[in-house]
């Protein structure tokens, strides 16, 4: 074996140690007291999972608080400020700041990255060239995906339809939506609709992001979804109107979303940072109960969405924090329902993406990590640090365990 870890608790049977053995980049055999030899690594009973998975995150305009002015610190601000700046983004900077938001997922465990894109005649394919570098470079550590979308209107800004498709024809994977932002919100989820059978790309929407939900695009989403047979290949985040209904609506619509084959990704640290800004006091949550959607049939992530930027200005890129701070801000405190909160940026934000080589089952690529905890609600509950990762096999990250020091 090229790699043995030894005394691994699994996240999915946490009650019995394995040794999980790997060879070729592979997960080749799990099993107790595994007979082969090779470079081993002594878990020591510590939680083994499949790698963090993130499912909507902004590498071109990461890191650039230092840039941007902010005095309300509402969308609309975040929406302009970034406006302004990234006028001046180069591909050269999208690198360099989109490397050190890398490193921090890298650090973090993190081995999958479906990555947020904005495309428009003001930045014209900048972004996406610097993006599309990180891709390549950052693939011995995380496998990394496009996906392109119009921040500020599609349909209302002339030359932003023909980026997209020429980005889509350049390598993206993916292509979203912003309707919030549009002259014709439909119209645009519906062009969206139309570049993905073009290229039969999966579909990912920023949608309904506010605090009325008297009018909700994803009835739309979910129609052209059923209409166009894309069940299993359309997400929609944030989503935070979902927060202001009461539960039996909040089922009705997690029903339809269900039937209709529409995901969801929460994003909580940006959604609980935007919303509420309408009152002066008396602060709305306004983040969508995930773990209620779940328990609905919905397939519902978590996910980090900005990092140091007017959107959310902050950010260590730890989906475990993610987790756990969705669990504090919608009162998780079932077991099951943590255990749920794990799987929202591992198992069930891997099932988002369609990844078909993710998991801890033998064959499957070894992309793993090696947690401070002894099951996945503890590693949410106490924000347990990922101590290494591995992404085919190899090693791209080592944290050493706290130690503490008594006197004598």
């Not at 055999?29 to 009973?45: C, F, K, M, R």
């Not at 700046?85 to 700041?97: L, P, S, W």
């Amino acid at each position: 074996m090229d790699l043995i870890l030894r005394n691994a608790r699994l996240a999915g049977d946490p009650a019995g140690l394995v040794d999980i053995g790997i060879e070729a980049g592979r997960i080749a055999v799990i099993e107790p007291d595994l007979s082969a030899e090779g470079e081993t690594l002594d878990a020591a009973g510590r939680l083994v999972s499949p790698g963090f998975v993130e499912t909507h995150l902004h590498l071109d305009k990461s890191c650039i608080m230092d840039r941007c002015r902010q005095a309300r610190g509402d969308i609309k601000e975040a929406i302009a400020e970034v406006a302004r700046v990234k006028a001046g983004f180069t591909a050269e900077d999208v690198y360099e700041r989109g490397r050190r938001t890398i490193e921090k997922c890298m650090l973090q465990g993190t081995t999958h990255m479906r990555t947020q894109l904005e495309v428009d005649p003001g930045i014209g394919l900048r972004g996406f060239e610097g993006v599309r570098k990180l891709v390549e470079d950052f693939a011995f550590a995380i496998d990394i995906e496009i996906c392109v979308f119009p921040q500020e209107g599609l349909l209302n800004n002339p030359g932003t339809d023909e980026l997209m498709v020429e980005a889509m024809r350049s390598g993206a994977k993916v292509v979203g939506a912003a309707p919030y932002t549009d002259s014709d919100p439909h119209g645009q989820i519906e062009r969206v609709f139309e570049i993905a059978r073009e290229f039969d790309a999966d579909i990912d929407m920023h949608l309904d992001f506010g605090a009325d939900p008297s009018d909700l695009d994803l009835l739309k989403v979910c129609e052209l979804a059923e209409r166009y047979g894309r069940g299993g290949r359309v997400a929609i985040g944030h989503v935070t109107k979902l927060a202001y209904v009461p539960p039996e609506r909040l089922e009705a619509i997690a029903r339809r979303m269900r039937d209709a084959g529409v995901a969801l990704t929460v994003l909580p640290s940006t959604d609980l940072f935007l919303m509420g800004r309408e009152h002066d006091h008396g602060h709305s949550r306004g983040v969508t109960r995930a773990h209620e959607m779940v328990r609905h049939g919905v397939n519902c992530s978590l996910s980090t969405n900005n990092v140091l930027n007017p959107f959310t200005p902050f950010g260590d890129c730890s989906l475990i924090r993610m987790a756990n701070l969705n669990a504090n801000i919608c009162h998780v405190g079932a077991a099951s329902d943590l255990a749920e909160c794990f799987s929202m940026v591992t198992t069930r934000a891997a099932k988002l993406m369609n990844l078909s080589d993710y998991g801890l089952e033998v064959g499957r690529s070894a992309d793993l990590v090696v947690i401070d905890a002894e099951s996945p609600q503890a590693a949410v509950a106490e924000l347990s640090p990922v101590l290494c990762a591995f992404k085919r096999g190899r090693r791209t990250m080592t944290r050493v365990p706290a130690e503490l020091h008594y006197p004598g």
